[in-house]
């Protein structure tokens, strides 16, 4: 009778395992999905021609947060866990990390984007275009974020 529980016991336990690698695989899918689409938005921004010309620096800094977004997001799409527990969760929290600190660094950028609207020496066109291709790219490092979450098996 013991035997037979032990059986049914381990049998849940598979069953509850192949049903959470499943669940992964569609968060894992979906992520993707929406990872695209913000692709293919940021593919549109960098498209699109200004109808005003922001300040230089602005135009700079924008470009830069968009090369250290999309090598982030590359860099965070390519981690993988590997290794023993202790190794991947120390993996997993480096590329957060750095997605973070970009993330930080945009909204930094997001604060004098909005001062310098208050205070006159920007338009409300530069503001509302620069605002949008900082959201684009906020949306990116999010889902980056979230993908490596779900492939590391962490519920953040």
Known sequence: MGKWMMIGAMSCLFLT???TQADNDTEVQQLKV???TLQKE??????????????????????????????IVNKAN???PVGAKED????????????DQLD?????????????????????EQY????REQDILEDQLEQAENALEARFGIDD
Do not use: R, W
């Open 34 to 36: 929406e990872n695209n």
């Open 42 to 71: 940021s593919a549109q921004l960098q498209q699109e021609p200004n109808k005003t010309q922001p300040d230089m620096n602005d135009t700079k800094q924008t470009q830069g947060f968009k090369n250290e977004v999309t090598s």
């Open 88 to 99: 991947n969760l120390n993996t997993y929290l480096a590329a957060k990390k750095e997605i």
């Open 17 to 19: 395992a192949c049903s």
């Open 78 to 80: 390519n981690t993988k």
């Open 128 to 131: 509302q275009i620069q605002e």
């Open 104 to 124: 930080d660094k945009i909204d930094l950028s997001d604060d004098q984007l909005e001062a310098d609207f208050h205070a006159g020496t920007i338009t409300v």
